[in-house]
């Protein structure tokens, strides 16, 4: 089963940078497409980011130029750098696993990101 421990959440002001870690553990990694979700205080979980194999990445209009997804294969892990954050970007960020069209059903803890203006 899937495990997701994603850390490097945090407290910036508008404009702002952050990278934020996922290790991921029972499951084989490179075959997996990776994403990053963000669930805003009220609102329904969003993915914000995508990987594919490190070849494709999309991410959703808001983050569009601002965001990068990477993954290592390797050491499991899967990061999201974020620079010139804004308060909309506040949330918990969580990260998953996608196989066959269809994310895993089990989340981590997530990591609270907040933003000031």
């Known amino acids: 089963q899937a495990h997701f421990v994603e850390s490097g959440g945090g407290f910036v002001q508008s404009g702002g940078s952050l990278t934020l870690s996922c290790e991921v553990s029972?499951?084989?990694?490179?075959?997996?497409?990776m994403g990053w979700f963000r669930q805003a205080p009220g609102k329904e979980r969003q993915l914000v980011a995508r990987?594919?194999?490190?070849?494709?990445?999309n991410y959703a209009d808001s983050v569009k130029g601002r965001f990068i997804i990477s993954r290592d294969d390797a050491k499991k892990m899967v990061n999201l750098q974020m620079n010139n954050l804004m308060p909309d970007d506040t949330g918990v960020y969580y990260c998953?696993?996608?196989?066959?069209?269809?994310?895993?059903?089990?989340w981590g803890q997530g990591t609270q990101v907040t933003v000031s203006s």
């Open positions: 990987v594919v194999h490190n070849r494709y990445k």
């Open positions: 029972g499951i084989i990694l490179k075959n997996y497409n």
């Open positions: 998953n696993a996608e196989y066959g069209r269809a994310w895993l059903n089990n």
